[in-house]
């Protein structure tokens, strides 16, 4: 059974830094790629990044130059470095996984190509 936690959001103030794990079992971990997503009260779940299994990394412009995305495959983890947070970042943050063997951002921003989700850690930037 496959199983995706995530941790480490919280409270931050406008500025600040925060880093989110994602921790995968149950899984080939290194043939996966993984994404962060982010979901605010009443919209759709919205693309924030995403690492392919051979590392490659893409972002939504939202929040290009400020997060970072990477993937440990000898921790089975995924981790999602924010920086310059602002309170437009407040949001549930999740981390999916799915057997994506493409290129192009078009090609890893879909929710529906992730076939495994974790319950979602909270972010919440004060201003």
């Known amino acids: 059974q496959v199983h995706l936690v995530e941790s480490g959001g919280g409270l931050v103030q406008t500025g600040g830094s925060v880093r989110l794990s994602c921790a995968a079992s149950?899984?080939?971990?290194?043939?996966?790629?993984f994404a962060w997503f982010r979901r605010v009260p009443g919209k759709e779940r919205e693309f924030v990044s995403a690492v392919t299994w051979y590392s490659d990394t893409y972002y939504s412009d939202s929040v290009k130059g400020r997060f970072t995305v990477s993937r440990d495959n000898a921790k089975n983890t995924v981790y999602l470095q924010m920086n310059n947070l602002k309170p437009e970042d407040t949001a549930m943050y999740y981390c999916?996984?799915?057997?994506?063997?493409?290129?192009?951002?078009?090609?890893?921003?879909?929710?529906?190509?992730?076939?495994?989700w974790g319950q979602g850690t909270q972010v919440t930037v004060s201003s």
């Open positions: 999916g996984a799915g057997s994506l063997y493409c290129s192009g951002l078009g090609c890893y921003s879909p929710e529906t190509e992730y076939k495994y």
């Open positions: 149950g899984l080939f971990f290194s043939n996966n790629a």
